[in-house]
């Protein structure tokens, strides 16, 4: 799951408009989610650290670190 999502953000077609705008309802359907929870998935892919051992969140404005 995660994983695909991820391949799938990181093509290069994917990141205009209408490439994520497509990509959220193809996640949507692929897991039987709403349309916006799955935007928030791609979205959460998207804001996601390359580093395994730390992740992150956004807290309003600042993003706070999680270690793993």
């Known amino acids: 799951g995660y994983n695909v999502i991820e391949a799938i953000v ?17 996640v949507s359907k692929a897991f039987e989610i709403t349309v916006r929870m799955a935007h928030n998935v791609v979205k959460l892919v998207q804001n996601s650290s390359e580093d395994p051992e730390t992740g992150a969140v956004r807290t309003g404005v600042r993003r706070v670190p999680l270690s793993a």
Do not use: F, I, S
């Open 10 to 26: 990181n093509q290069e077609e994917v990141k205009t408009r209408g490439g994520r705008k497509q990509l959220a309802h193809n």
